[in-house]
C-alpha cells in the first residue's frame, strides 16, 4: 500500500479533535507534539484509538485464523481508514471487503490489490469504474456479488463492450425471507448460477457468499446455522453443474458477530473440491464495549477452543467528552452527542478523570447514558457521585462502524493517553 500522502497531510484547528491556534502540521508527525488527552492538551469530544489494544486484537484474529484454517477479507467500511487496512493487510488479510463503490475507489488509491464488493455492483458509473480498473491493472484481483439473472446480464453486456480481457469474478449471493439481499432457495440459485456460466468468458462464478449478521436475539446460532447450511446447498448445487470457475470455490460468509460459525459450517461442508473459507469481521480490530463485546462472550460459550487463543478481543476505540452541567442531584451532561458517537446501541462509561490527575479512574456503576442529542449527552448519575463541571469521562461505544464515519482524523494512544500517532478516514 502507499500511504506516504497521508503522512504528508496537513492538520490545522479546523480539523475535529485538533486544538485551536496551532499551525498546519502533517499527519505524520502528530507524535512529535506529545500531546495528552487527560492533560487537555486536546479539546473535548475526542475519539481515541488505543495502541496496546489494537495490538492485541490484531495477534488474537491471526491465532483464530491460524487454528481454523480460515482466511480473513476485513470489511474496509468499519474504518475507512488505510493506516488501518495496512495493518490488516500486514496480519495477512487476504482481501479487503468494501460497500460501494467510493469505499472500491478509496481502496484503489491506496494500492488494494485484491477486493471483495460485498454487494452487487449495479450503476453505468459503478460498473464501468469496475472494468476500467481490471482493464488498467492486470493484476487488480476484483469479486462482486450476483443474485438475478438481470444483473449478470447487465455485467456480462459492459464486459463485451470493454473487452477487459478477462472475466469478472463473481460470488452467487444467498440470502433468506425478510432479509437484506441474496436468492432466497435453490431453484433461484441455480438460475443465476447457470446464467453466471452461460455469460463466460466474460463473467466467472467464483464462489458462494451469504450475511448473517442480521440474526439476534434468542435462537440466532440455529437460525445463522440453517443460513450457513443454505450457502453450502447452493454451493454444493453449483458444482454439481459444473458453474464454478476453476479455481478453489469460495465460501464466505461471517460478519463481526458469527464468524467462528461460518468458519466451522464451511471448513464442514463436504464439497469435493478445494475450499476457500473466507471471513469478513471488520470490527475484530477495533471491537467496542456492547454490541461485540456481547457477540465475543457469546462466541467464546459457543467455541471453548477459543479459550486456547489467549484473552478475547479488547475495546480499542472511545470518546472522551467533558462534564459541562450538574443541573440535577442525578443528572450529568456532557459534550458529546450523535455528532460525535454511534447511537444504536447508547455509550456506556468506563473512564472519568480530573484535570490535574494523571491517572483514570473506573466509573462506578449507576452512572448511565439515558440520551443523546447533536452536541448533548444525557447521564444519570448516582446523588454521591463524584463527577463535576469539568471533569472529563471516557465511554465505550457500540458498533464502532457508527463512530469512525464521525470523525475525519483519529488519535492513536498508548496507556498514558499520549498522542502517538493519528488515523485518515474517508467516509
Given amino acids: 500500500m502507499t500511504l506516504a500522502s497521508l503522512d504528508e497531510l496537513l492538520l490545522d484547528h479546523r480539523v475535529k479533535g485538533m486544538p485551536g491556534g496551532i499551525a498546519p502540521f502533517p499527519l505524520g508527525r502528530i507524535g512529535q507534539h506529545k500531546w495528552n488527552v487527560l492533560r487537555e492538551d486536546l479539546p473535548l469530544p475526542l475519539a481515541v484509538l488505543k495502541e496496546r489494544a489494537l495490538s492485541h486484537n490484531s495477534a488474537w484474529m491471526r491465532r483464530f485464523l491460524d487454528a481454523s484454517g480460515a482466511k480473513i477479507s476485513p470489511h ?3 474504518t475507512m481508514s488505510p493506516q488501518l487496512f495496512a495493518r490488516q493487510l500486514a496480519d495477512g488479510a487476504w482481501a479487503m471487503t468494501v460497500a460501494t463503490i467510493q469505499q472500491l475507489q478509496v481502496a484503489r488509491d491506496f494500492g488494494i490489490g485484491r477486493v471483495v464488493l ?4 449495479v450503476g453505468r458509473q459503478a460498473i464501468r469504474y469496475v472494468f476500467d480498473e481490471l482493464k488498467r491493472d492486470p493484476d487488480f484481483d476484483f469479486y462482486c456479488l450476483v443474485d ?18 478477462r472475466p469478472l469474478q463473481v ?20 438460475t443465476v448460477a447457470e446464467a453466471v456460466e452461460s455469460a463466460s468468458p466474460y463473467l466467472a462464478l467464483r464462489g458462494v457468499e451469504g450475511f448473517e449478521g442480521l440474526f439476534h436475539g434468542e435462537g440466532a446460532d440455529q437460525e445463522v446455522g440453517q443460513f450457513l447450511e443454505f450457502l453450502i446447498d447452493i454451493a454444493i448445487d453449483s458444482n454439481g453443474s459444473s458453474c464454478f470457475a476453476p479455481g478453489p470455490i469460495i465460501l464466505s460468509a461471517g460478519g463481526s458477530a458469527f464468524y467462528d460459525l461460518a468458519v466451522q459450517r464451511f471448513r464442514a461442508a463436504g464439497i469435493d473440491r478445494e475450499c476457500l473459507v473466507l471471513t469478513r469481521s471488520g470490527c ?11 457477540a465475543d462472550a457469546e462466541l467464546r460459550r459457543r467455541s471453548p477452543q477459543a479459550e486456547h487463543l489467549g484473552p478475547g478481543l479488547m475495546p480499542a476505540l472511545e470518546v472522551w467528552a467533558y462534564v459541562q452541567s450538574r443541573p440535577e442531584p442525578h443528572k450529568a451532561l456532557l459534550t458529546m452527542g450523535k455528532r460525535d458517537v454511534s447511537y444504536d446501541e447508547l455509550p456506556v462509561p468506563l473512564f472519568w478523570c480530573r484535570p490535574g490527575m494523571s491517572t483514570p479512574q473506573p466509573v462506578v456503576p449507576g452512572h448511565v447514558v439515558t440520551g443523546l442529542n447533536d452536541q448533548h449527552c444525557h447521564m444519570t448519575v448516582p ?7 469539568g471533569d472529563m469521562v471516557g465511554f465505550g461505544i457500540s458498533h464502532p462502524c457508527l463512530t469512525f464515519d464521525k470523525w475525519q482524523v483519529i488519535c492513536l494512544v498508548d496507556d498514558d493517553y499520549t498522542v502517538t500517532g ?5 467516509f
Fill in 422 to 426: 493519528a488515523i485518515k478516514t474517508f
Fill in 148 to 165: 438475478s439473472p438481470t444483473n449478470v446480464a447487465q455485467l456480462a453486456a459492459t464486459a463485451r463492450d470493454t473487452a477487459a480481457g
Fill in 284 to 294: 475484530y480490530l477495533t471491537h467496542d464495549s456492547v454490541l461485540y463485546r456481547a
Fill in 171 to 190: 460470488l452467487l449471493e444467498g440470502g433468506y425471507p425478510g432479509g437484506r439481499t441474496g436468492v432466497r432457495d435453490r431453484a433461484a440459485a441455480r
Fill in 118 to 121: 460485498a454487494n452487487q455492483l
Fill in 383 to 389: 446523588a454521591d457521585s463524584p463527577l463535576a463541571v
Fill in 76 to 78: 474496509g467500511k468499519t
